[in-house]
């Protein structure tokens, strides 16, 4: 992040949405959203993923922002934090696909430093959210974004086509967002 400001901005409405501000959290959400995206390619392009990966890791991103929001420490910059999950999220899914992804000294260093542990509240809330979607959305989003399937293993176990599963999967997660905003007013 080379904007300070811009990064404060970013800060504080993830201080409020944490507080329960959902107006704050969709703000959050909605800016940052480019910037993971390109970041994302940018991420791609480095580990030499496909572009088409980039918005797979996007999605990722997004639920972890949403999952894991309680443990990015708000005296620290959320830009390092964010671009810590998108590097995560991608090395993920290039070791799901079988795929080798070398990462720097500093990267490995910034990752220990990262305190990734999902509290009780957290797991009770992925539990609520996900038990309000329909099969195969749950199933499909358990398989991949928590026990970390590749696409192509929950289709064949759910004997569905890979591009059903990643439709599915963007449905479902579009359907959790709109949960958790309904469930913050």
Same mark, same amino acid.
């Given at each position: 992040?080379?904007? =300070?400001?811009?990064? &404060? ?14 107006? @704050? ?8 959203? =480019? ?20 918005? @797979?890791?996007?999605? &990722? ?11 990015? @420490? ?5 830009? =390092? ?25 500093? @990267? ?7 305190? &990734? ?18 099969? =195969? ?15 192509? &293993? ?32």
């Amino acid at each position: 992040m080379n904007n =300070p400001a811009r990064e &404060e901005q970013w800060a504080s409405w993830m201080r409020s949405a944490i507080a329960g501000d959902s107006r @704050d959290y969709h703000k959050l959400l909605t800016a940052v959203t =480019p910037h993971l995206r390109a970041m994302a390619r940018r991420r791609c392009s480095q580990f030499g993923a496909p572009a088409s990966e980039a918005e @797979d890791v996007v999605q &990722e991103v997004l639920l972890a922002i949403h999952l894991k929001r309680g443990t990015w @420490d708000s005296s620290r910059a959320l830009g =390092p934090w964010m671009a810590a999950l998108v590097r995560n999220k991608l090395i993920d899914s290039l070791r799901r696909r079988g795929r080798q992804a070398s990462v720097s000294l500093e @990267d490995v260093v910034a990752t220990l430093e990262s305190d &990734e542990r999902v509290d009780v509240s957290d797991r009770m809330d992925i539990e609520q959210l996900l038990g309000r979607l329909k099969d =195969p959305q749950k199933t499909i989003v358990q398989s991949i974004s928590i026990e970390g399937s590749s696409v192509r &293993e929950t289709a064949e176990r759910l004997k569905m086509t890979e591009v059903a599963v990643r439709v599915s999967l963007h449905r479902a997660l579009k359907a959790l967002s709109a949960l958790y905003s309904e469930q913050m007013r």
